[in-house]
């Protein structure tokens, strides 16, 4: 379980890079990503279900989030731990 969860943050933290931009983020830049309805300011704590072809982007660089899957259900959760970060959902 460990593992998982080590592998899902670098996961996170790898496709945060390859969408996020330099320099400050701010909620307004994030909600003018084209293909994005929606960007939400993660609250810390809180678990947000994340669809296929949403976006989680870092909004500090110590930005923590875990990705949790139910094998039930199939549902995907992420929760924010640590830092800012951002849930762009897709349209």
Known sequence: MKR??????ILIGFLSGCGGGGGSSSSSSANEVKGYSTSIDMIPNQEYVVQKGDSIIKGSSDAVVVLKVDRQTGETTATLTKGKAYLQQAD
């Open 4 to 9: 998982r969860v080590i592998f899902l943050t």
